[in-house]
């Protein structure tokens, strides 16, 4: 009886070495598994963004398009044709691009707000006749000069103001943040000014005698009285500017390019030609 009770203890012994045996097995296989699955994973899930990130890397060095903002009711600089905007600026800025590699994209928005979409980087550069001063250049750089301009002073025929020393007390029209209206709040003060988002709503107000002049750019200027009858651009000037393209401050290669490009367009006789075309000599 005892010598059964040995053999089965034995028995029991060798079961009880055996389901430990296998339990250990069991684990020194899982571990190997398990590690290899995580490495797996691992792999799997850091592939995608390593391949994002060249994605996007690639997205900033294969830029292909240069945003132009701009104020589209300034002819003969930028306006609309059909659903089209054309003028100088828009084909300088267009042959800009070409030299760079580009393809041009114009946005049409208020002009107060060309400056501001430069600083944020929402376009590339700003080109609505605009003119250097020393508030823009608190917040954007300019390309050097591609264009010439006289600010002009438009009136009523039949009017007393005769030269700009008239309009002392007079109400004034002025489209909004431009020169003409830096100028003739410094001159005339802000009480006598009333502002406008586009050039042709403040020739509108002059027509219907809401103001009593409006100073703005001298081409714009003609094209607006040739389309009002009734209104004249007096022989004498205002100011005197030179147009120039905002580019952000952080974007000096872009600057340097632009700058560059102008260079060439210059030397070859191509911007005179665009100017002639829009604005012939008589």
Do not use: H, W
């Not at 608190?138 to 002073?153: C, N, P």
């Not at 103001?211 to 209104?231: Q, R, S």
């Amino acid at each position: 009886m005892i010598k059964m009770k040995k053999i089965l203890a034995a028995a029991l012994a060798v079961v009880m070495c055996m389901a430990i045996v296998g339990c250990d097995k069991k684990d020194d296989t899982a571990a190997p598994a398990d590690s290899a699955a995580d490495s797996v994973v691992s792999s799997v899930e850091q592939t995608p963004a390593t391949e994002d990130n060249a994605d996007k890397a690639d997205e900033k060095t294969t830029k292909t398009t240069l945003v132009m903002a701009t104020n589209a009711s300034f002819p003969p600089y930028e306006y609309y044709e059909n659903e089209k905007i054309v003028g100088i600026d828009a084909e300088i800025a267009e042959l800009i691009a070409e030299k760079l590699g580009l393809t041009l994209e114009i946005k049409d928005m208020e002009f107060g707000s060309i400056i501001g979409a430069v600083q944020t980087g929402t376009v590339d550069i700003g080109m609505a006749g605009m003119t250097v001063t020393e508030e823009r250049l608190v917040t954007v750089d300019f390309s050097d000069s591609y264009a010439t301009a006289v600010q002009a002073i438009i009136v009523k025929e039949g009017s007393d103001i005769q030269t700009a020393d008239d309009l002392q007390g007079k109400k004034i029209g002025v489209q909004e943040s431009t020169t003409g209206d830096i100028y003739a709040t410094g001159d005339f003060g802000d009480e006598n000014l009333k502002r406008f988002s586009k050039g042709n709503d403040a020739v509108a107000a002059l027509a219907s005698g809401i103001v009593d002049a409006v100073i703005i750019d001298n081409e714009p200027a003609k094209n607006y009285v040739a389309a009002n009858d009734g209104l004249k651009v007096l022989d004498t000037s205002y100011a005197e500017e030179e147009y120039a393209i905002a580019v952000n401050k952080d974007n000096t290669d872009l600057k340097e390019k632009i700058n560059a490009a102008l260079a060439e367009l210059k030397a070859d006789g191509t911007i005179d030609k665009i100017v002639a075309k829009y604005i012939p000599e008589k």
